[in-house]
């Protein structure tokens, strides 16, 4: 009787590792992996139709293909925000994840491009050249959280230029989340006049392989690395000077980057709601001027 109960013990906590083991290697390939560039890219090369009276003052892509790490919830919390913006300012604004709209016929119809939490190697090399052609042209882009969030290198210009420098290498954990204060630079920017000196924000705070301001980008805020802890599995990732917010430019084309917004909280906060708004008017030329400390190398 004895042995028979240690058996079924034995044979229950095997069946509770292979359990654990089973799920960890479901974790690794499917959120892992492709996080770090191991994941299999998914080829789009038939163009979404877009909407015959999309129309407006101003007119916004939504996209938010991923292949790397998918922030699920926030990318619906900011397809929610960014269809309240465009319904209270009369713009227009199509959500797809069909890398194939980057073609030079649809991109037309388009005044700014959100990189809502976008990540990964997502366009053909064809996609790629009417990407920097439209914001060579003049385009815009706002990129969120996520859109920096890559940590394997696979295109040099989106990088460099189009995120001013914005080359992830890892955030917090234990805790992943932390409060922490955000010292705005340039409160006469469309994008941050609302917020004051500085401000009170959790997230999921990013850390770069050097400051975007070394890159040329024009800093608006900057983490107050003192305010939280910034360590990863022992790996120290302050920066010294951190920002989190600037703008670039690339020809005629202004490009816009906010690290914020790991979670769905975020996108309902008014003030990251107004911030929002300002980068989308300002990236479609409608506000301001550029205003980076000096022109970024136009790699490729």
């Known amino acids: 009787m004895a042995k028979t109960r240690t058996r079924k013990i034995l044979l229950g906590s095997g069946l509770v590792v292979l359990a654990l083991l089973v799920g960890i290697g479901w974790y690794v390939v499917e959120r892992i992996l492709p996080a770090m560039g191991g994941g299999e890219p998914v080829v789009d090369t038939v163009p979404p139709e877009l909407p015959g009276d999309l ?32 319904a209270a300012q009369g713009w227009g604004v199509f959500s797809t994840e ?18 809502n939490n976008t990540t990964g190697d997502n366009w053909t090399a064809e996609q790629k050249q009417a990407f920097i052609a439209w914001m060579e042209a003049g385009g815009g882009f706002v990129g969120v959280h996520g859109a920096a969030g890559t940590r394997y290198r696979y295109w040099n210009w989106y990088t460099d230029v189009l ?70 599995f022992g790996q120290d990732l302050a920066m010294g000077d951190h920002p989190i917010i600037w703008t670039a430019c690339t020809g005629a084309g202004r ?22 708004e300002g980068a989308i ?9 550029c205003g980076a400390s000096e022109p970024l190398a136009q790699t490729r």
Not at 63 to 77: L, M, Q, Y
Not at 281 to 289: Q, Y
């Open 281 to 289: 008017s300002w990236a479609a030329g409608k506000v301001g001027t």
């Open 163 to 232: 995120l001013g420098g914005g080359r992830f290498i890892g955030h917090p954990m234990f805790p992943q989340f932390q409060e922490a204060t955000v010292q705005v630079e340039d409160g006469s920017h469309p994008a941050m006049a609302h917020f004051g000196p500085s401000f009170q924000h959790t997230d999921e705070w990013y850390s770069f392989e050097q400051s975007a301001r070394q890159a040329g980008s024009h800093v608006l805020a900057t983490l107050d690395e003192a305010s939280y802890e910034p360590k990863s």
């Open 255 to 276: 490009s816009f980057y906010s690290a914020l917004g790991h979670t769905a909280e975020t996108y309902a906060r008014p003030d990251h709601a107004t911030m929002l």
């Open 98 to 115: 069909n890398a194939a709209v980057f073609n030079a016929e649809q991109l037309s119809r388009f005044d700014v491009v959100v990189g």
């Open 55 to 86: 129309a407006g003052e101003l007119v916004i892509l939504d996209f938010s293909k991923t292949a790397g790490f998918r922030h699920v919830e926030a990318i619906a919390a900011a397809h929610t925000s960014l269809q309240a913006i465009a």
